[in-house]
T-cell receptor, first 111, second 116 residues
Framework: DAKTTQPPSMDCAEGRAANLPCNHS???????VYWYRQIHSQGPQYIIH???NNETNEMASLIITEDRKSSTLILPHATLRDTAVYYC????????????FGKGTRLSVIA | GAVVSQHPSWVICKSGTSVKIECRSL??????MFWYRQFPKQSLMLMAT?????????EQGVEKDKFLINHASLTLSTLTVTSAHPEDSSFYIC????????????FGPGTRLTVL
């Protein structure tokens, strides 16, 4: 079973920031928070991951609360091509533990 | 990021036939590969985990005799759907991981299987 909770869908205006929340209240100390997205009929694409510090890369920013029970993925300037299902996943980074996907959030970027 | 390819990208077959899907890591050696299945409007469901040179480990409810997985080399894993039926129609996605510690999981583009 997925250990995260996400809203099923969100809308965002093109050019605005998209803030996608994720609840992971049962996260363990050795689990990272990963974000992937899946554009229709494609394989998932890695976005970003973090343990406890906020992270930023060329695609997005990840804000993790101090208690690590929730996080927010921020797409600073959403474009139509960011329309996808976004998955928040917690995973222990050791051994061969696979990514287990929940239902994700369907983000629709609107012109 | 690393590139994972799948072949074919889509396949249509008759009920009762077998279909083989290939997954290749193009620019890295994948010690572990994962196979997922995705039905329309649903999330990805993990089917099995395979390590190079070892037998695959299947998730509960996945028939190992129906979904044959071979991971004979560090760059190739195959999934064979044997005696396919219409209910096996789905989007099959492979994923590859290098090493056993802190390494990302990279996904292939998926294979759309339609069984008539």
């Amino acid at each position: 079973d997925a250990k995260t909770t996400q809203p099923p869908s969100m809308d965002c205006a093109e050019g605005r920031a998209a803030n996608l929340p994720c609840n992971h209240s049962t996260i363990s100390g050795n689990e990272y928070v990963y974000w992937y997205r899946q554009i229709h009929s494609q394989g998932p694409q890695y976005i970003i991951h973090g343990l406890k510090n906020n992270e930023t890369n060329e695609m997005a920013s990840l804000i993790i609360t101090e208690d690590r029970k929730s996080s927010t993925l921020i797409l600073p300037h959403a474009t139509l091509r960011d329309t996808a299902v976004y998955y928040c996943i917690v995973r222990v980074v050791s051994g061969n533990t696979p990514l287990v996907f929940g239902k994700g959030t369907r983000l629709s970027v609107i012109a | 990021g690393a590139v994972v390819s799948q072949h074919p990208s889509w396949v249509i077959c008759k009920s009762g036939t077998s279909v083989k899907i290939e997954c290749r890591s193009l620019d890295f050696q994948a010690t572990t590969m994962f196979w997922y299945r995705q039905f329309p409007k649903q999330s990805l469901m993990l089917m099995a985990t395979s390590n190079e040179g070892s037998k695959a480990t299947y998730e509960q409810g996945v028939e190992k005799d129906k979904f044959l997985i071979n991971h004979a080399s560090l760059t190739l894993s195959t999934l064979t759907v044997t005696s396919a039926h219409p209910e096996d129609s789905s989007f099959y996605i492979c994923s590859a991981k290098a090493g056993s510690s802190y390494n990302e999981q990279f996904f292939g583009p998926g294979t759309r299987l339609t069984v008539l």
